[in-house]
């Protein structure tokens, strides 16, 4: 997996150097993550997370003021729930064999997770200002689970992998904004403000009143260098 990352990220760098309307780069982001239930009266959020992503970016130019955006990131991310009925199997992944616990009403999973998204996005920007070009992009970002591990209150269970207790795909819409500024040439400096609201269920936890849906939300500060 790391080995195509970084194979699909040398080709979106080195795009630029056959098309004068691709540009590429490196970004690195802070977040912060938080699971939200849709609807229910037996799960609740119990906070945000920290957490990071950092990966590839690619622009296809479509004209002076349109582009469009995709990339490969690795998002580290997750959030706590709490729920208030019991669950009657939660599975932690030994590798070779599972073992299946339950919990009463009141446990506190924290699911830590990384997920590879690949966003596509539409980007509208102005004409360059100074130094300084504005834009606003908007798009989905579907995202392929790659670890997830989890502690929960009851159990004694910390840091143990709960990769069958989330889902393998997920997808979201994102918005955001900022600016690419100038270092001369065709380097810039890319800063933008990101939030990825999920559409998807990311939880396979049930409780004794069944599998209830649990969207995924993201707020993103990326800074990196377009080439």
Request: charged content about 20%; glycine content about 14%.
């Amino acid at each position: 997996m790391k080995r195509t990352i970084l194979i699909f990220g040398l080709v979106l760098i080195a795009g630029y150097s056959f098309s004068q309307k691709v540009t590429g780069g490196i970004e690195i982001s802070p977040l912060i993550s938080w699971m939200k239930p849709d609807i229910t009266q037996n799960i609740e959020n119990e906070g945000v997370k920290p957490g990071f992503n950092f990966g590839f970016v690619c622009d296809l130019n479509l004209g002076d003021n349109f582009s469009f955006s995709t990339g490969i990131l690795v998002n580290n991310f997750g959030g706590s729930l709490k729920f208030l009925d019991s669950i009657p199997a939660f599975t932690i992944d030994k590798g070779t064999s599972d073992s299946i616990y339950s919990f009463d009403p009141g446990a506190v999973i924290d699911y830590k997770l990384q997920y590879i998204e690949l966003p596509f996005s539409l980007k509208g920007k102005t004409n360059e200002i100074g130094y300084v070009t504005y834009f606003l992009k908007a798009g989905v970002s579907p995202m392929i689970k790659w670890k997830a591990k989890g502690d929960v209150t009851q159990g004694n269970i910390s840091g143990e992998s709960i990769a069958k207790e989330v889902t393998g795909f997920g997808i979201g819409f994102h918005v955001g904004g900022g600016i690419e500024y100038s270092l001369g040439g065709n380097t810039k400096l890319l800063v933008e403000m990101v939030y990825t609201n999920g559409l998807t269920d990311f939880t396979k936890t049930e409780t004794v009143a069944g599998d209830e849906k649990v969207i995924l939300n993201v707020l993103a500060l990326r800074a990196g260098i377009l080439f």
